[in-house]
Protein backbone atom coordinates (compact mmCIF):
# COMPACT_ATOMS: atom_id res chain seq x y z
CA UNK A 1 0.00 0.00 0.00
CA UNK A 2 2.63 2.36 1.03
CA UNK A 3 4.00 1.58 -3.06
CA UNK A 4 0.70 2.06 -4.08
CA UNK A 5 0.79 5.82 -2.58
CA UNK A 6 4.33 6.60 -4.30
CA UNK A 7 3.31 5.20 -7.77
CA UNK A 8 0.14 7.07 -7.53
CA UNK A 9 -2.35 3.77 -7.98
CA UNK A 10 -5.40 5.19 -5.84
CA UNK A 11 -7.98 7.31 -8.21
CA UNK A 12 -11.36 8.91 -7.06
CA UNK A 13 -14.31 8.37 -8.27
CA UNK A 14 -17.41 10.44 -7.68
CA UNK A 15 -20.98 9.64 -6.64
CA UNK A 16 -24.00 12.53 -7.12
CA UNK A 17 -26.11 14.15 -5.04
CA UNK A 18 -29.40 14.98 -6.04
CA UNK A 19 -31.33 17.78 -4.64
CA UNK A 20 -35.32 16.31 -4.14
CA UNK A 21 -36.19 19.92 -4.39
CA UNK A 22 -35.40 20.35 -8.10
CA UNK A 23 -34.67 17.00 -8.66
CA UNK A 24 -30.72 18.11 -10.53
CA UNK A 25 -27.65 17.29 -9.54
CA UNK A 26 -26.73 19.23 -6.41
CA UNK A 27 -23.20 18.01 -5.80
CA UNK A 28 -20.58 14.85 -5.41
CA UNK A 29 -19.15 12.76 -3.04
CA UNK A 30 -15.06 11.93 -3.49
CA UNK A 31 -15.26 8.29 -3.13
CA UNK A 32 -11.28 6.53 -3.34
CA UNK A 33 -10.88 3.01 -5.26
CA UNK A 34 -7.14 1.33 -5.75
CA UNK A 35 -6.34 0.60 -9.26
CA UNK A 36 -3.99 -2.15 -8.42
CA UNK A 37 -1.87 -3.57 -11.46
CA UNK A 38 -2.33 -6.84 -11.07
CA UNK A 39 -5.90 -7.23 -9.34
CA UNK A 40 -7.63 -4.37 -11.01
CA UNK A 41 -10.17 -1.94 -9.40
CA UNK A 42 -10.05 -2.85 -5.58
CA UNK A 43 -12.88 -1.79 -3.35
CA UNK A 44 -12.12 0.51 0.10
CA UNK A 45 -13.84 -1.96 2.09
CA UNK A 46 -10.96 -4.32 1.26
CA UNK A 47 -7.67 -1.42 1.89
CA UNK A 48 -9.36 1.28 3.88
CA UNK A 49 -9.40 -1.03 7.44
CA UNK A 50 -5.22 -1.96 6.74
CA UNK A 51 -4.85 1.97 5.69
CA UNK A 52 -6.52 2.68 9.07
CA UNK A 53 -4.56 0.45 11.12
CA UNK A 54 -0.86 1.33 9.42
CA UNK A 55 -1.20 5.22 10.01
CA UNK A 56 -1.03 5.16 5.47
CA UNK A 57 -4.56 6.84 5.83
CA UNK A 58 -3.56 9.60 6.48
CA UNK A 59 -2.01 10.49 3.69
CA UNK A 60 -4.52 8.76 1.56
CA UNK A 61 -7.44 11.02 2.84
CA UNK A 62 -5.11 14.50 2.21
CA UNK A 63 -4.67 13.08 -1.49
CA UNK A 64 -8.45 12.70 -2.22
CA UNK A 65 -9.37 15.81 -0.98
CA UNK A 66 -6.91 17.57 -2.65
CA UNK A 67 -7.68 15.87 -5.69
CA UNK A 68 -11.39 16.34 -4.77
CA UNK A 69 -10.92 20.37 -4.71
CA UNK A 70 -8.60 20.62 -7.67
CA UNK A 71 -11.32 18.23 -10.03
CA UNK A 72 -14.43 20.42 -8.55
CA UNK A 73 -12.68 23.59 -9.99
CA UNK A 74 -12.14 21.82 -13.45
CA UNK A 75 -16.10 21.45 -13.41
CA UNK A 76 -16.94 24.80 -12.09
CA UNK A 77 -14.39 26.82 -14.35
CA UNK A 78 -16.28 23.94 -17.15
CA UNK A 79 -19.46 26.12 -16.85
CA UNK A 80 -20.84 28.99 -14.70
CA UNK A 81 -23.89 26.54 -13.98
CA UNK A 82 -21.56 24.45 -12.07
CA UNK A 83 -20.56 27.08 -9.71
CA UNK A 84 -22.79 26.47 -6.83
CA UNK A 85 -21.36 22.42 -7.07
CA UNK A 86 -20.21 21.07 -3.95
CA UNK A 87 -18.34 18.09 -2.89
CA UNK A 88 -17.89 16.03 -0.27
CA UNK A 89 -14.86 14.55 0.87
CA UNK A 90 -14.92 11.52 4.07
CA UNK A 91 -12.19 12.24 6.90
CA UNK A 92 -10.94 9.46 9.26
CA UNK A 93 -10.46 9.05 12.61
CA UNK A 94 -7.13 9.41 12.75
CA UNK A 95 -6.52 12.26 10.41
CA UNK A 96 -8.35 14.59 13.28
CA UNK A 97 -5.14 14.15 15.72
CA UNK A 98 -2.96 15.42 13.44
CA UNK A 99 -2.07 19.07 14.99
CA UNK A 100 -1.00 20.27 10.91
CA UNK A 101 -4.48 19.42 9.61
CA UNK A 102 -6.18 22.77 9.59
CA UNK A 103 -2.84 24.28 7.80
CA UNK A 104 -2.94 21.58 4.98
CA UNK A 105 -6.87 22.12 4.23
CA UNK A 106 -5.97 25.99 4.70
CA UNK A 107 -3.42 25.22 1.95
CA UNK A 108 -5.16 22.66 0.01
CA UNK A 109 -7.98 25.66 -0.50
CA UNK A 110 -5.47 28.59 -1.63
CA UNK A 111 -3.65 26.17 -4.54
CA UNK A 112 -6.57 24.96 -5.73
CA UNK A 113 -8.80 28.39 -5.45
CA UNK A 114 -11.55 25.84 -4.70
CA UNK A 115 -14.70 28.03 -2.55
CA UNK A 116 -14.87 26.89 0.83
CA UNK A 117 -18.60 27.06 0.89
CA UNK A 118 -18.70 24.23 -2.03
CA UNK A 119 -16.20 21.80 0.48
CA UNK A 120 -18.00 19.59 2.51
CA UNK A 121 -16.20 17.40 5.02
CA UNK A 122 -17.80 14.11 5.99
CA UNK A 123 -17.34 12.52 9.41
CA UNK A 124 -18.70 9.50 11.25
CA UNK A 125 -19.67 9.40 14.97
CA UNK A 126 -16.75 8.17 16.06
CA UNK A 127 -14.56 11.17 15.87
CA UNK A 128 -16.54 12.92 17.70
CA UNK A 129 -16.88 10.08 20.69
CA UNK A 130 -13.87 12.15 22.66
CA UNK A 131 -16.30 14.87 22.96
CA UNK A 132 -12.94 17.56 23.45
CA UNK A 133 -12.60 20.80 23.06
CA UNK A 134 -9.98 20.81 20.80
CA UNK A 135 -11.51 19.08 18.47
CA UNK A 136 -14.51 21.14 18.47
CA UNK A 137 -12.38 23.97 18.23
CA UNK A 138 -11.16 22.64 14.90
CA UNK A 139 -14.59 21.76 13.87
CA UNK A 140 -15.42 25.28 14.52
CA UNK A 141 -12.90 26.85 12.69
CA UNK A 142 -13.68 25.03 9.84
CA UNK A 143 -17.17 26.25 9.87
CA UNK A 144 -15.26 29.55 9.99
CA UNK A 145 -13.90 29.24 6.72
CA UNK A 146 -17.76 28.01 5.29
CA UNK A 147 -16.69 24.65 5.12
CA UNK A 148 -19.97 22.79 5.88
CA UNK A 149 -19.59 19.59 7.99
CA UNK A 150 -21.70 16.61 7.32
CA UNK A 151 -22.17 13.65 9.97
CA UNK A 152 -21.98 10.58 8.22
CA UNK A 153 -23.51 7.16 8.63
CA UNK A 154 -26.01 8.99 11.47
CA UNK A 155 -27.63 6.62 13.14
CA UNK A 156 -25.29 3.39 12.74
CA UNK A 157 -23.01 4.42 15.55
CA UNK A 158 -23.65 6.01 19.11
CA UNK A 159 -25.96 8.92 17.96
CA UNK A 160 -26.22 10.51 21.13
CA UNK A 161 -28.13 13.83 20.45
CA UNK A 162 -25.97 15.58 22.85
CA UNK A 163 -23.38 15.52 20.10
CA UNK A 164 -25.37 17.39 17.88
CA UNK A 165 -25.45 19.85 20.23
CA UNK A 166 -21.93 20.01 21.26
CA UNK A 167 -20.79 20.47 17.15
CA UNK A 168 -21.72 22.58 14.62
CA UNK A 169 -23.17 20.11 11.75
CA UNK A 170 -24.54 21.40 8.94
CA UNK A 171 -25.79 17.94 7.23
CA UNK A 172 -26.59 14.65 8.62
CA UNK A 173 -26.38 11.51 6.25
CA UNK A 174 -28.54 8.91 6.82
CA UNK A 175 -27.30 5.56 6.69
CA UNK A 176 -28.71 3.70 3.73
CA UNK A 177 -29.72 0.61 5.89
CA UNK A 178 -32.26 2.74 7.38
CA UNK A 179 -33.23 3.70 3.77
CA UNK A 180 -33.42 -0.21 3.16
CA UNK A 181 -35.80 -0.75 5.76
CA UNK A 182 -38.35 1.32 4.07
CA UNK A 183 -41.41 -0.93 3.33
CA UNK A 184 -43.28 -0.94 0.49
CA UNK A 185 -46.24 1.02 2.12
CA UNK A 186 -46.65 3.88 3.30
CA UNK A 187 -47.29 3.22 6.77
CA UNK A 188 -43.68 1.55 7.66
CA UNK A 189 -41.27 3.90 6.83
CA UNK A 190 -38.70 3.14 10.10
CA UNK A 191 -36.70 6.02 11.61
CA UNK A 192 -36.11 7.83 9.19
CA UNK A 193 -38.99 10.08 9.64
CA UNK A 194 -37.55 10.71 13.39
CA UNK A 195 -34.22 11.34 11.80
CA UNK A 196 -35.90 13.88 8.96
CA UNK A 197 -37.41 15.47 12.01
CA UNK A 198 -33.86 15.81 13.95
CA UNK A 199 -32.37 17.62 11.40
CA UNK A 200 -35.19 20.02 10.68
CA UNK A 201 -35.42 20.60 14.00
CA UNK A 202 -31.61 21.62 14.60
CA UNK A 203 -31.37 24.24 11.33
CA UNK A 204 -29.29 21.23 8.92
CA UNK A 205 -30.26 19.57 5.87
CA UNK A 206 -30.51 15.37 5.32
CA UNK A 207 -29.33 13.08 2.35
CA UNK A 208 -30.41 9.76 2.59
CA UNK A 209 -27.78 7.27 1.13
CA UNK A 210 -28.27 4.15 -0.43
CA UNK A 211 -31.96 4.71 -2.60
CA UNK A 212 -31.97 2.45 -5.17
CA UNK A 213 -36.20 2.66 -6.09
CA UNK A 214 -38.42 4.91 -7.10
CA UNK A 215 -40.53 4.31 -4.35
CA UNK A 216 -37.81 5.07 -1.74
CA UNK A 217 -37.63 8.27 -3.89
CA UNK A 218 -41.18 8.97 -3.33
CA UNK A 219 -41.06 8.05 0.27
CA UNK A 220 -38.50 10.56 0.84
CA UNK A 221 -39.98 13.68 -0.93
CA UNK A 222 -43.11 12.89 0.77
CA UNK A 223 -40.81 13.36 4.05
CA UNK A 224 -39.41 16.36 2.65
CA UNK A 225 -35.51 15.15 2.96
CA UNK A 226 -33.63 17.36 1.18
CA UNK A 227 -31.44 15.26 -0.86
CA UNK A 228 -30.46 11.63 -2.12
CA UNK A 229 -27.62 9.54 -3.28
CA UNK A 230 -27.86 5.95 -3.98
CA UNK A 231 -27.56 3.57 -7.36
CA UNK A 232 -31.03 4.92 -8.64
CA UNK A 233 -29.73 7.77 -9.48
CA UNK A 234 -26.10 6.71 -10.64
CA UNK A 235 -22.98 4.78 -9.49
CA UNK A 236 -19.91 5.86 -8.83
CA UNK A 237 -18.27 7.47 -11.99
CA UNK A 238 -14.86 8.04 -13.00
CA UNK A 239 -14.30 11.99 -13.33
CA UNK A 240 -14.44 11.71 -17.38
CA UNK A 241 -17.50 10.86 -16.90
CA UNK A 242 -18.95 12.95 -14.15
CA UNK A 243 -19.51 16.08 -16.84
CA UNK A 244 -21.32 13.66 -19.10
CA UNK A 245 -23.83 12.62 -16.10
CA UNK A 246 -24.25 16.56 -15.65
CA UNK A 247 -24.51 17.65 -19.82
CA UNK A 248 -27.31 15.46 -19.88
CA UNK A 249 -28.99 17.00 -17.33
CA UNK A 250 -30.68 14.02 -15.79
CA UNK A 251 -33.73 15.08 -13.56
CA UNK A 252 -35.85 12.96 -10.91
Given at each position: MRRAIERQ????????????????????EALVRWQHPTRGLIS?????????ETGLIDAI????????????????????????????????????????????IDQIIQETKINP?????EITESVIMENSQALKKFLQQLIERKIKLVMD?????YSSLSYLYNYP???LKID?????????????????????????SMGMSAIAEGVETTFQLAQLRNLNCNFAQGYLFSRPLEPKLVL?????????
Open positions: EFIVYYQPIISLVTGKISGLPVEFIPVAENIWVLRSACEQLTIWQNHSATLESLTISVNLSVRLFSDPNLLAQACLEIDFGTGFNVQSFVKRMQENEENVGLVPAMLGIANDFITNAPQW
